[in-house]
């Protein structure tokens, strides 16, 4: 027989397991496509990771953010002296992330600073960029 007050119980605990549950998972092959643009098509992977001893990006600290590892040889407005932490992309909304990687703009509003090319990736590659960076490990608090 029908319970209504143990059918309000059960919506309650059921809108309680939705609301921490992810609103949307990635998928393997979204990952995939992520960890493709970022490491091999892009190459975000060399200015936003720190080197290793040889000179190549550290995989441990993928994404972790670097010193940016050339200058120009005139002087550029707004140019950033840092690769940001991208890493798990603490500090930024996925909205900011596809924003800034289809239209140039960053978290504050503003165009990205140079050495920053100004991809413009479409919303599905931008959201794979965004899901891949999360699954990195974060750099450590300073």
């Known amino acids: 027989m029908f319970n209504p007050k143990k059918a309000a119980a059960a919506a309650v605990v059921g809108a309680c397991v939705l609301a921490v549950l992810p609103s949307h998972s990635a998928s393997k ?69 596809v924003r800034a990687l289809t239209a140039g703009i960053g978290p504050t509003g503003n165009p990205l600073r140079p050495p920053m090319p100004p991809f413009r990736f479409d919303k599905a590659d931008a959201e794979a960029i965004a899901a891949y960076l999360r699954t990195l490990k974060p750099a450590p608090k300073r």
């Not at 979204?30 to 990006?57: F, T, W």
């Open 29 to 97: 092959q979204q990952l995939e496509r992520g960890r493709y643009l970022v490491v091999r098509a892009s190459m975000c992977i060399d200015c936003h990771s720190p080197m290793d001893a040889k000179g190549n990006p550290d995989p441990a600290r993928a994404m972790q953010g670097a010193p940016t590892m050339f200058k120009p040889i005139v002087k550029v407005p707004a140019w950033a002296e840092t690769a940001p932490a991208l890493a798990g992309l603490v500090g930024y909304t996925d909205a900011q992330i």
